[in-house]
C-alpha cells in the first residue's frame, strides 16, 4: 500500500438524534490536522463521533437530486427526529434507501455533516453510509443500548474538575487528582464547550426509556432504573454521582450486515462494535 502510513479504525457511536442535533463542535484530530486527519463532532455528553449508529423509524424519503439521483430521508427515535442523506457517493446506501417503502424501522450508519446556515443556526444530518431495514426488536434494543452509553457518558461528566469559581489563588497541590483517560478528557472538553446540562440529558434518556416500558415488563430490565443508578444529577450547580458499573463481557467486533433482527448486529457492550476503516495518507 505504498504511500500509506497505516490505518486506525473509527468507531459509529450510539447517539440520540436529540443529542446530534444539540452538537455545534466540530474539529480535526492529529497533531497535523491534516486533510486526510479524521474530523469529529463532540456532542454534549462528551460523545467523540466520527461516525455514528442510529436506529429508527424511517418516515419519509425523496429523492431530491437533479441529473443524479440524492436521497433524503427522515429517521425519527424517541427523542426527535434527524435527515439522513445518500447519493452517487454511497450508492448502496442510496439503492437501499430508494426500494424502501416508509414507514418502517432503519439502522443507519454515517458520518455526521455539520452546516452552518448564513443566520448562524447549526444544522447536523447524517451522510449514510450503510443503511439496513431492521424489526422493532432491534429499534427497542438499540434505545436500551443508546441510554446506557448516554448515561455512562453523563457519568464522565460528572468527574470533570469544574475550576473554582472566586479569584482565590490555587496551587496543583489543592486540586484533586485528575483522571486522563480518553472518555474523560473528551467529557472535559464537551464540559468546556457546552456547559453541558447533565440534569436536562439524562431526562432525555429517561424519556426514551420510558417508550419502551411496555416491552421492558416482560425483559430482564425491569425499568429504566437498572440505567440510571448511580448517575450524575446536578444539584446547587455542581455534578455529583458515580460511574456506572462496567460489563463483564468483552466487546465483538464485526461488519455491518444487512439483516432484519438484531442477532446479526454486534455485541451490544461495547460502541467499538461498529467499525469503519479510515485509510491515513502521507500529506
Not at 442535533?21 to 467523540?48: C, I, M, V, W
Not at 425523496?62 to 452517487?88: H, K, M, N
Not at 425499568?223 to 456506572?244: F, M, N, R
Request: aromatic share 6%; glycine share 8%.
Amino acid at each position: 500500500m505504498a504511500g500509506m502510513t497505516g490505518f486506525s479504525r473509527e468507531v459509529a457511536r450510539r447517539i440520540f438524534a436529540e443529542e446530534l442535533k444539540s452538537s455545534n463542535y466540530s474539529f480535526r484530530d492529529g497533531e497535523d490536522q491534516h486533510q486526510y486527519a479524521p474530523s469529529y463532532l463532540l456532542t454534549p455528553t462528551g460523545a467523540k463521533c466520527n461516525r455514528v449508529f442510529l436506529v429508527g423509524t424511517l418516515t419519509e424519503k425523496d429523492d431530491i437530486g437533479g441529473d443524479t439521483e440524492y436521497w433524503r430521508g427522515r429517521v425519527v427515535d424517541p427523542t426527535g427526529s434527524i435527515l439522513i442523506y445518500a447519493g452517487q457517493y454511497q450508492p448502496e446506501a442510496a439503492q437501499i434507501l430508494a426500494g424502501l417503502e416508509a414507514p418502517c424501522f432503519v439502522a443507519v450508519v454515517g458520518k455526521p455533516n455539520l452546516y452552518q446556515t448564513d443566520d448562524g443556526n447549526i444544522i447536523i444530518s447524517i451522510r449514510a453510509e450503510s443503511i439496513s431495514r431492521v424489526d422493532e426488536f432491534t429499534r427497542n434494543q438499540w434505545i436500551l443500548d443508546t441510554a446506557r452509553r448516554t448515561m455512562e457518558r453523563l457519568s464522565d461528566l460528572g468527574k470533570v474538575r469544574v475550576p473554582p469559581a472566586s479569584g482565590d489563588f490555587t496551587t496543583a497541590d489543592s486540586m484533586p487528582a485528575r483522571d486522563s483517560s480518553p472518555a474523560v478528557l473528551d467529557a472535559e472538553r464537551a464540559m468546556q464547550h457546552y456547559q453541558t446540562d447533565i440534569e436536562h440529558f439524562r431526562q432525555m434518556a429517561i424519556r426514551a426509556l420510558s417508550t419502551l416500558k411496555a416491552d421492558l415488563s416482560g425483559s430482564t430490565i425491569a425499568d429504566e432504573s437498572a440505567l440510571v443508578k448511580g448517575v450524575p444529577v446536578q444539584a446547587g450547580g455542581k455534578s455529583v454521582g458515580k460511574e456506572l458499573e462496567e460489563t463483564d463481557a468483552p466487546p465483538r467486533k464485526g461488519s455491518i450486515k444487512k439483516v432484519g433482527s438484531l442477532g446479526g448486529w454486534p455485541a451490544s457492550d461495547s460502541d467499538e462494535e461498529i467499525e469503519t476503516i479510515n485509510i491515513r495518507k502521507k500529506s
